[in-house]
């Protein structure tokens, strides 16, 4: 689900701006912004746990002066080939189009300015080089402020090495985190002593604040004192600051009970963050009961290790980079990384089928918002599933069940990446019927994107072995898809004939969810185009019916698509544009790109109907601008393209050329969002005098309207998740 934008995590291991003030470094942040103001391309390098993120991003809002800044974070990210992914998340990109995700970085910020932060890349160092010099080599408007541990090493890279707070600001930042858990700092000299020692390092000196509701500033200084004793041989000469805060985190560590320490290696298992049900299915078990999990994630939270944080799914937790890092080398020299990974895949994978179900249900949202907010989890599960031979039909499970997030939710590069990942790898004996789902999915994601050619062989593949395996769910989801291939590639007769029977097996089979509604929507756009409005109708009225029953929102917005699609015809335009705007709420909410520009092109057939050109050239300038993030615009197909063209010749006769265009470039100015608060809010067009629309076949129909067949009814499998489970 999309969201307002706000701040997030950072990979330099601190908690966001929103929950940690700021203390200090006030000649840092007019240096830095200085530095900002003479290049283009500026990297905040230091140690980690310095503070690095804080301050960029502190002084990233100062130096915006109009422009949009955009937070990506890379920490989470492991493979250097979603490093693009995790851009264009941030910058609220959907495309689904099957070009390179580059290129449609580039064609969203062409002309834009935009300061991109690019926070916690040292591991992704050539991946982000890369892509940073293209990005400000193409766009004369974007600012690139990089922060890391390391330069990216490019030319006309501004360096801005972070050094540690001075003593006097560390002590400030030490009584301030004390503050926070509820203590006064009495004890200046022996604080002063302590965040010498500590080297002035930020997150250093919150960890030891974070341990004085058990232990004075004088105990805290002489257990530390002990502990840098050991690592120099006696000695009290200064450590290399990378030691000082490993050595730091280590005293955390020795200070930790058996418990903390314990689920502290576990957490590391995670990408960026998790709830509290996460916490207790993964990291319980040997020496550490379920129930007491939550007790003793408080007690990390209280010596500042991890982080807590609101999000629209409920509270979340972040384990600090550094820390999550120290905690990882301890679960892997405790032989359990291997045992703990499977346990996060395990969850993983609990959690994409319980939402998969809950995709059909009026938890239908939450699953959607759910999912977001487990993305990187889910990102690490793949890629953990498909680089082990064993794992490999279980990524291919949790690939294909994850249709909705990328069918529904806008993510069909990514999800297409996946699947076709998933699908390259050999099925184990017994295992095939995970691999049969993947390549239906395929099938359709590849629809979506208008690339017919690999939708065609994934849906052939995957029916000639489902029936070769007597997969009768498998054979009526890829007849299903081939339907739906049919109908945007306007062979509505072969389209009608795969669609009512694949709606046949599913209704044999007992199945019922989201996708065997859509393909009675399908249906029914396959009849509006022959001219049988009645037929098509009685079909989505019928899904609308089931989907109000269960909750359903998705496939529901796209039933009332064709519902306004026949009131327009029939010459009821109101109408029309009240299910339009229903319709258009839930598919924007849901980041449904493909329902969003459908909606708005149908959107504007009625607007110019109804007596407004002008409006009407604005709304088909802001479809204009979005199908290039789509694919080809109205698949390509006669069909679906007749509407658009009556709308563009009505309104260019209404206004003339010369104003038309005007008006088309005014909408392509506007973003989606934009767009659709244009298109949903009441003054967003004016009817003063409704036109009736068409009556009759629409242009281009293949002959007469058809026999009328009755439409799937309910079946007893209301819920059932979309083509099943792995075999035992």
């Given at each position: 689900?999309?969201?307002?934008?706000?701040?997030?995590?950072?990979?330099?291991?601190?908690?966001?701006?929103?929950?940690?003030?700021?203390?200090?470094?006030?000649?840092?942040?007019?240096?830095?912004?200085?530095?900002m103001?003479a290049?283009?391309?500026?990297?905040?390098?230091?140690?980690?746990?310095?503070?690095?993120?804080?301050?960029?991003?502190?002084?990233?809002?100062?130096?915006?002066?109009?422009?949009?800044?955009?937070?990506?974070?890379l920490?989470?990210?492991?493979?250097?080939?979603?490093?693009?992914?995790?851009?264009?998340?941030?910058?609220?990109?959907?495309?689904?189009?099957?070009?390179?995700?580059?290129?449609?970085?580039?064609?969203?910020?062409?002309?834009r300015?935009?300061?991109?932060?690019?926070?916690?890349?040292?591991?992704?160092?050539?991946?982000?080089?890369?892509?940073?010099?293209?990005?400000?080599?193409?766009?004369?408007?974007?600012?690139?402020?990089?922060?890391?541990?390391?330069?990216?090493?490019?030319?006309?890279?501004?360096?801005?090495?972070?050094?540690?707070?001075g003593?006097?600001?560390?002590?400030?930042?030490?009584?301030?985190?004390?503050?926070?858990?509820?203590?006064?700092?009495?004890?200046?000299?022996?604080?002063?002593?302590?965040?010498?020692?500590?080297?002035?390092?930020?997150?250093?000196?919150?960890?030891?604040?974070?341990?004085?509701?058990?232990?004075?500033?004088?105990?805290?200084?002489?257990?530390?004192?002990?502990?840098?004793?050991?690592?120099?041989?006696?000695?009290?000469?200064?450590?290399?600051?990378?030691?000082?805060?490993?050595?730091?985190?280590?005293?955390?560590?020795?200070?930790?009970?058996?418990?903390?320490?314990?689920?502290?290696?576990?957490?590391?298992?995670?990408?960026?963050?998790?709830?509290?049900d996460?916490?207790?299915?993964?990291?319980?078990?040997?020496?550490?009961?379920?129930?007491?999990?939550?007790?003793v994630?408080?007690?990390?939270?209280?010596?500042?290790?991890?982080t807590?944080?609101?999000?629209?799914?409920?509270?979340?937790?972040?384990?600090?980079?550094?820390?999550?890092?120290y905690?990882?080398?301890?679960?892997?020299?405790?032989?359990?990384?291997?045992?703990?990974?499977?346990?996060?895949?395990?969850?993983?994978?609990?959690?994409?089928?319980?939402?998969?179900?809950?995709?059909?249900?009026?938890?239908?949202?939450?699953?959607?918002?759910?999912?977001?907010?487990?993305?990187?989890?889910?990102?690490?599960?793949?890629?953990?599933?498909?680089?082990?031979?064993?794992?490999?039909?279980?990524?291919?499970?949790?690939?294909?069940?994850?249709?909705?997030?990328?069918?529904?939710?806008?993510?069909?590069?990514?999800?297409?990446?996946?699947?076709?990942?998933?699908?390259?790898?050999?099925?184990r004996p017994?295992?095939?019927r995970?691999?049969?789902?993947?390549?239906?999915?395929?099938?359709?994601?590849?629809?979506?994107?208008?690339?017919?050619?690999?939708?065609?062989?994934?849906?052939?593949?995957?029916?000639?072995?489902?029936?070769?395996?007597?997969?009768?769910?498998?054979?009526?989801?890829?007849?299903?898809?081939?339907?739906?291939?049919?109908?945007?590639?306007?062979?509505?007769?072969?389209?009608?004939?795969?669609?009512?029977?694949?709606?046949?097996?599913?209704?044999?089979?007992?199945?019922?969810?989201?996708?065997?509604l859509?393909?009675?929507?399908?249906?029914?756009?396959a009849?509006?185009?022959?001219?049988?409005?009645?037929?098509?109708?009685?079909?989505?009225?019928?899904?609308?019916?089931?989907?109000?029953?269960?909750?359903?929102?998705?496939?529901?917005?796209?039933?009332?698509?064709?519902?306004?699609y026949?009131?327009?015809?029939?010459?009821?335009?109101?109408?029309?544009?009240?299910?339009?705007?229903?319709?258009?709420?839930?598919?924007?909410?849901?980041?449904?790109?493909?329902?969003?520009?459908?909606?708005?092109?149908?959107?504007?057939?009625?607007?110019?109907?109804?007596?407004?050109?002008?409006?009407?050239?604005?709304?088909?300038?802001?479809?204009g601008?979005?199908?290039?993030?789509?694919?080809?615009?109205?698949?390509?197909?006669?069909?679906?393209?007749?509407?658009?063209?009556?709308?563009?010749a009505?309104?260019?006769?209404?206004?003339?050329?010369?104003?038309?265009?005007?008006?088309?470039?005014?909408?392509?100015?506007?973003?989606?969002?934009?767009?659709?608060?244009?298109?949903?809010?009441?003054?967003?067009?004016?009817p003063p005098?409704?036109?009736?629309?068409?009556?009759?076949?629409?242009?281009?129909a293949?002959?007469?309207?058809?026999?009328?067949?009755?439409?799937?009814?309910?079946?007893?499998?209301?819920?059932?998740?979309?083509?099943?489970?792995?075999?035992?």
């Amino acid at each position: 689900m999309r969201g307002p934008q706000r701040p997030g995590p950072r990979g330099d291991g601190e908690p966001p701006l929103e929950l940690t003030a700021f203390v200090g470094r006030s000649a840092e942040l007019d240096a830095l912004a200085g530095a900002m103001a003479a290049a283009r391309l500026v990297t905040v390098t230091g140690a980690g746990g310095v503070g690095k993120s804080r301050l960029a991003l502190r002084a990233a809002v100062r130096a915006a002066a109009g422009a949009q800044v955009s937070t990506v974070e890379l920490a989470p990210v492991r493979d250097p080939l979603f490093v693009e992914y995790a851009v264009a998340e941030a910058l609220g990109l959907t495309d689904h189009t099957t070009r390179p995700l580059r290129e449609a970085l580039l064609g969203h910020l062409a002309g834009r300015r935009l300061l991109l932060v690019l926070d916690g890349f040292e591991h992704l160092v050539e991946a982000c080089a890369e892509l940073a010099a293209e990005l400000l080599r193409r766009l004369p408007g974007l600012r690139v402020l990089a922060v890391g541990r390391r330069p990216l090493g490019l030319a006309g890279e501004r360096l801005f090495p972070l050094a540690p707070l001075g003593t006097d600001e560390a002590v400030e930042l030490f009584a301030d985190r004390a503050r926070r858990h509820g203590a006064e700092v009495a004890d200046l000299p022996a604080v002063r002593e302590l965040c010498l020692r500590l080297e002035g390092i930020p997150l250093a000196v919150e960890l030891a604040a974070g341990r004085l509701r058990a232990l004075s500033p004088a105990q805290l200084l002489a257990r530390l004192d002990d502990r840098f004793r050991l690592l120099t041989g006696g000695g009290r000469d200064a450590l290399p600051r990378h030691r000082t805060l490993r050595t730091a985190i280590g005293w955390s560590h020795e200070l930790c009970t058996s418990a903390e320490r314990l689920l502290w290696a576990r957490l590391s298992v995670f990408a960026g963050t998790f709830d509290l049900d996460a916490a207790e299915y993964v990291c319980s078990g040997d020496g550490l009961p379920a129930e007491d999990v939550l007790d003793v994630l408080s007690e990390l939270i209280a010596q500042s290790l991890v982080t807590r944080e609101e999000a629209a799914t409920g509270p979340r937790y972040r384990m600090l980079e550094t820390v999550r890092a120290y905690g990882a080398g301890w679960l892997a020299a405790a032989g359990d990384t291997a045992r703990t990974r499977r346990r996060h895949r395990d969850w993983c994978l609990g959690l994409a089928t319980m939402c998969e179900l809950d995709w059909f249900s009026p938890r239908q949202r939450e699953a959607a918002a759910r999912i977001e907010a487990e993305l990187p989890n889910l990102r690490g599960a793949l890629d953990f599933c498909l680089s082990e031979p064993e794992e490999a039909h279980l990524g291919q499970y949790l690939a294909g069940s994850l249709w909705f997030c990328w069918a529904g939710c806008g993510r069909l590069s990514e999800g297409r990446r996946w699947l076709e990942r998933s699908v390259d790898v050999e099925p184990r004996p017994g295992y095939g019927r995970s691999r049969l789902k993947a390549l239906w999915v395929l099938g359709y994601v590849a629809i979506l994107q208008g690339d017919t050619t690999p939708a065609r062989a994934a849906l052939r593949e995957c029916r000639e072995q489902a029936e070769r395996v007597a997969d009768g769910t498998a054979v009526a989801y890829a007849e299903h898809r081939a339907g739906c291939l049919a109908l945007v590639t306007d062979d509505m007769a072969r389209a009608e004939r795969l669609l009512r029977s694949a709606l046949g097996r599913y209704q044999e089979l007992g199945e019922l969810n989201s996708n065997v509604l859509m393909s009675q929507v399908e249906l029914a756009m396959a009849r509006a185009f022959q001219g049988d409005l009645a037929d098509a109708v009685r079909l989505c009225e019928d899904v609308r019916r089931v989907c109000e029953d269960h909750g359903e929102h998705w496939a529901r917005s796209y039933a009332l698509y064709v519902l306004a699609y026949a009131s327009w015809r029939d010459g009821d335009q109101r109408r029309a544009r009240e299910l339009l705007v229903d319709c258009l709420g839930d598919v924007h909410a849901f980041d449904d790109l493909l329902g969003s520009v459908l909606s708005l092109e149908l959107l504007a057939l009625v607007t110019v109907s109804q007596g407004d050109p002008a409006g009407a050239a604005v709304l088909q300038g802001a479809a204009g601008r979005l199908w290039p993030s789509v694919g080809l615009p109205l698949f390509g197909s006669a069909y679906y393209n007749a509407p658009h063209e009556l709308c563009e010749a009505t309104a260019r006769r209404a206004v003339g050329d010369e104003r038309y265009e005007e008006l088309l470039a005014e909408g392509a100015r506007l973003d989606r969002d934009a767009a659709v608060a244009r298109a949903l809010s009441p003054g967003g067009v004016r009817p003063p005098h409704a036109v009736p629309g068409p009556r009759g076949p629409v242009p281009r129909a293949l002959g007469e309207a058809g026999k009328r067949e009755p439409a799937a009814s309910r079946t007893r499998k209301g819920g059932e998740a979309a083509g099943g489970v792995p075999a035992p």
